[in-house]
């Protein structure tokens, strides 16, 4: 069904047998694997608006290799990663681009790029390896809340593990970071920061989330 090497594939949360797939050929197809010809849709990013003047751009949903591709927890919505340093959220069921501006996502890797998005958050995050760092958006605003650093060289890949709300990377240093949420308790006005005892954290996790844990 592509004209490319076929760099990431997804099965939908909410329908066993539908598999999303990225290709290098800038295309993203939605498959009824219950069938042989079983492509059910071709994701594009102009949502047909450009597919009468331009038959070359209809049904791209990058322009440039499509490489990492990942459901929401309820499987109605596919946000999908490129080479042309874009990320796009797709309605899974019309098949829309849902033009939520990330802004641009530096995406340099010649191979699959696994990422990850949390489930039981509100909202949603998702974790996108970004050089040697990890990229966190909100997932419906597109707004970068921050940069996850610990790891010394590129980040190759990301999972959420959804029962103790952690995130896993893994980066070409071979090292394998855990990222946990510091918990946080509500602190009366007039009690100051030094007079509260001190989280048992574990050291290699108290930066995990972001520095914004010294505010307020």
Request: with cysteine; net charge negative; aromatic share 10%.
């Amino acid at each position: 069904g592509h004209r490319q090497e076929v760099l990431a594939v997804s099965w939908s949360p909410r329908h066993e047998y539908v598999l999303a797939t990225g290709s290098a050929d800038g295309r993203v197809k939605l498959w009824d694997v219950r069938r042989a010809s079983g492509c059910l849709s071709t994701l594009d990013q102009y949502n047909g608006e450009k597919s009468k003047a331009s038959s070359e751009a209809a049904n791209t949903a990058h322009n440039g290799r499509v490489n990492g591709l990942c459901y929401t927890n309820d499987g109605l919505h596919l946000l999908t990663i490129g080479t042309d340093d874009r990320m796009r959220l797709w309605n899974s069921s019309t098949g829309e681009n849902t033009l939520v501006n990330y802004g641009k996502v530096c995406n340099e890797s010649r191979k699959g790029l696994k990422f990850a998005i949390s489930c039981g958050c509100n909202p949603e995050f998702a974790f996108v390896p970004y050089g040697s760092t990890i990229a966190v958006y909100t997932v419906f605003t597109g707004e970068l809340i921050t940069m996850l650093r610990g790891h010394y060289s590129t980040v190759n890949c990301c999972v959420f593990q959804p029962h103790f709300q952690e995130l896993y990377s893994g980066s070409k240093d071979c090292n394998i970071l855990a990222w946990i949420p510091a918990p946080r308790e509500p602190v009366p006005d007039d009690i100051s920061e030094k007079s509260l005892p001190q989280q048992h954290v574990n050291p290699a996790y108290e930066d995990a989330w972001s520095s914004s844990d010294d505010e307020g």
